[in-house]
């Protein structure tokens, strides 16, 4: 049998989870080892609902079976399981990893969900569990893992009956506070946030966040799009208050001055755009509430982060669609590893200017330093 190697985190770690940096900082273990050495790592946890043709919503609901080692016939959400590390993992790969466990345990594919929807992230002892809610058609087939469900009791629930299992049967806590959350909430008003807003250019203003470590060709791409649709633009600086650090070498005063100079060389009034430090809090829950107090009225939120799109839509905030331009080239952390390793490639993915700064700001000698000490670590 394959071992499975799981996605695992240190706990003085957990919280950039909450800033969507899932990649730099998980690693990978065997599944056997992280429960023996009581380490910390990453799960999905899947709800899933349908609705009948007179409106009615049915939740879909698993007991677990008789022979599992955790919590025995105990009722909890429609599907869960470990996440599997691998590169590069992102909340994308951690969606499909939940659509994955869903169609192990019900049979469910993943094109028959309609929809998904990541809600949080929840510390549970030492599991991390990212929690997303689903969408599938009224009367789809289901097909219960004898080996992993109770195949009699995991079934579509109607609202009385769920309300009378969450009241009267063993229900897995964390999976019960989040039924009942869904019971009292009108959950298919989440699923609507709009994509790709109409807006009157003459009074509009876009929001885009990113971290500039450095600013690149990428960002002014991104920026010289936006301006062309909108009006003006607030440009928020993430984890503003980390610097000197692997992924974050720069300090907000040096990131806004890229922009700045980038923006200036290429005659972009600073009347059309406003620059906000934006500091990280680690908490996923409050982290745009966080961002509207500090940069005020928005008609739209422009990232190509998936992190950053789930946390604004799931408030009902407008998203525009994704602007990309060789995002494997024109990557903050690709521009930084090229640095770290004295090539000088990196230069034609910056404009001259901030080439300039960087240098000024002695950031080549700051990043090759805090490369050298990972690697001596």
């Known amino acids: 049998m394959e ?9 003085k770690n957990i919280k950039y989870l909450h800033s969507g940096q899932i990649s730099k900082f998980v690693f990978p273990m065997e599944r056997k080892e992280a429960h023996e050495k009581k380490i910390h790592h990453l799960i999905t946890r899947f709800f899933i609902i349908s609705q009948t043709p007179n409106g009615e919503i049915l939740y ?14 105990y009722f909890t959400e429609s599907s869960s399981g470990h996440i599997n590390w691998m590169r590069d993992l992102d909340l994308n790969k951690i969606k499909k990893e939940a659509l994955r466990e869903l169609e192990e345990e019900f049979g469910i594919p993943p094109n028959a969900v309609q929809r998904t929807l990541f809600s949080e992230i929840n510390t549970e002892g030492l599991e991390i569990a990212y929690i997303f ?10 097909n219960p893992n004898p080996d992993e469900l109770d195949v009699k009791f ?11 299992l969450l009241e009267n049967e063993k229900n897995i ?26 807006v009157n250019k003459k009074n509009s203003t876009a929001l885009f966040i990113g971290r500039f470590q450095p600013l690149h060709h990428g960002h002014i791409y991104v920026i010289k799009t936006i301006l062309r649709k909108y009006n003006k633009l607030k440009i928020g600086i993430g984890s503003s208050q980390i610097s000197h ?18 923006l200036k060389k290429r005659s972009i009034s600073q009347d059309k755009y406003e620059i906000f430090d934006i500091p990280d809090i680690f908490n996923a829950k409050e982290w745009v509430n966080h961002v509207i107090s500090i940069v005020g009225e928005f008609d739209s939120v422009y990232s190509n982060s998936d992190w950053v799109r789930a946390l604004f839509s799931k408030k009902g905030i407008k998203i525009d669609k994704k602007i990309t331009i ?8 690709n521009i930084r590893n090229l640095i770290s390793k004295y090539d000088k490639k990196w230069k034609a993915l910056i404009p001259k200017e901030v080439v300039e700064l960087i240098e000024q700001f002695d950031g080549i000698d700051r990043i090759q330093s805090i490369y050298r000490k990972i690697d001596n670590s």
């Open 245 to 262: 650090e692997l992924n974050d070498p720069f300090t907000k005063e040096e990131r806004k001055a890229f922009i700045k100079a980038a």
């Open 154 to 164: 995991s079934r579509f629930y109607h609202k009385n009956e769920l309300e009378n």
């Open 60 to 73: 879909l609901v698993q007991k677990r079976g008789k022979n599992k080692k955790t919590f025995p016939e």
């Open 173 to 198: 806590d964390y999976s019960k506070k989040t039924w009942g959350k869904i019971l009292n909430m009108d959950v298919f008003s989440l699923f609507e946030s709009q994509i790709e807003p109409l």
């Open 3 to 11: 071992k499975e190697i799981l996605a695992c985190i240190d706990g």
């Open 326 to 333: 060789f995002k494997k080239k024109f990557n903050g952390q």
């Open 133 to 142: 809610f689903g969408i599938v058609n009224y009367n789809i087939s289901i």
